[in-house]
């Protein structure tokens, strides 16, 4: 189990850091969010920001076992 939380967090931080690093190809490829616009400061491109630090963030919490009372109800 152990193994399987530390893979999931290696995946989620390669996709954070995607994510992190090619926003403008992302941005191009998927378009602005005319609501990220109106409403996020930065717009589109840092709403994907926000979004990949929240999917590294949830990997770390996994791996950490802050997630379990989420993923694994019932189970100590």
Known sequence: ???????????????????????????R???KAEWAERAVPGGTYTLWKIIALI???????FMMGGLDWLIFPGQK
Do not use: R
């Open 55 to 61: 999917v590294i963030i949830l990997g770390f919490l």
């Open 1 to 27: 189990m152990v193994f399987v939380k530390i893979i999931v967090f290696v995946i989620s931080l390669a996709l954070g850091l995607f994510f992190l690093i090619k926003t403008e190809p992302i941005v």
């Open 29 to 31: 490829f998927v378009g």
